[in-house]
């Protein structure tokens, strides 16, 4: 099965301030996605990252928000811009092959 | 449209006990299910999944899980719990369409000593 790297595992950002968040997979997946956590509580999808193509965003999450590029099938980074304290939370992402989902082990953020 | 629905937020279990964290699936066609399993500040932990076949399955640590489609449902159980099985658990039904997870709103797991 894919393993999945992700960057930062936690950051404390000021509010105002972008973050870049990046997910390196080990083998190559067909499909990548972001999601959102509270501590706590379920995951809530942000998008879909499309290789070479815009992501595909849930309702609610809007890409000048949220800007995700996948330049690969293996590479993916999710921005959270212009943080205020709501953005924080912990951000997970996600691929897809055959029909196995693996995860990164999140980023927890708090925005100050 | 896919959903799942865990009507638990909390089982408490005693060690040793069987324990078993409902989840109940809403689909159009047949269900890809899986259970994962989130320990405190970590990721989520593939348990098992169900695709085809066999309606018991067998997962990681012991889990299993039985899919009933009389009932639609994909309740996950252990026969012997362990305090260390503490931890939040979500069932998720993928999307035919989309290929995303639709997640379960959870369920924490409190097994006591």
């Known amino acids: 099965s894919a393993v999945i790297s992700q960057k930062p595992s936690r950051d404390i950002c000021q509010r105002g301030t972008s973050l870049t968040i990046q997910c390196q997979v080990d083998s190559q997946v067909t499909m990548m996605f972001w999601y959102r956590q509270q501590p706590g509580q379920s995951l809530t999808l942000i998008a879909t990252?499309?290789?070479?193509?815009?992501?595909?965003?849930e309702s609610g999450f809007v890409i000048d928000k949220f800007p995700i590029s996948r330049p690969n099938l293996t590479f993916s980074t999710l921005t959270v811009s212009n943080m205020s304290p709501e953005d924080s939370s912990i951000y997970l992402c996600?691929?897809?092959?055959?029909?196995?989902?693996?995860f990164g082990s999140g980023t927890r953020l708090t925005v100050v | 449209a896919q959903s799942v629905a865990q009507p638990e937020d909390q089982v408490n279990v005693a060690e040793g006990n069987p324990l078993t964290v409902k989840c109940t699936y809403s689909?159009?066609?047949?269900?890809?299910l899986f259970w994962y399993v989130q320990y405190p500040n970590r990721g989520l932990q593939f348990l098992l999944k169900?695709?085809?076949?066999?309606?018991l399955v067998k997962g990681s640590y012991g889990f299993e899980a039985e899919f009933n489609k009389s009932q639609t449902s994909f309740h996950l159980k252990k026969p012997s719990a362990l305090v260390s099985d503490s931890a939040l658990y979500f069932c998720a039904v993928r999307d035919w369409s989309t290929d995303k997870l639709i997640f379960g709103t959870g369920t924490r797991l409190q097994v006591f000593p």
């Open positions: 990252a499309n290789q070479g193509s815009e992501a595909t965003y």
């Open positions: 689909v159009s066609g047949n269900p890809y």
């Open positions: 996600s691929g897809t092959w055959d029909y196995g989902y693996t």
């Open positions: 169900y695709i085809t076949g066999d309606n």
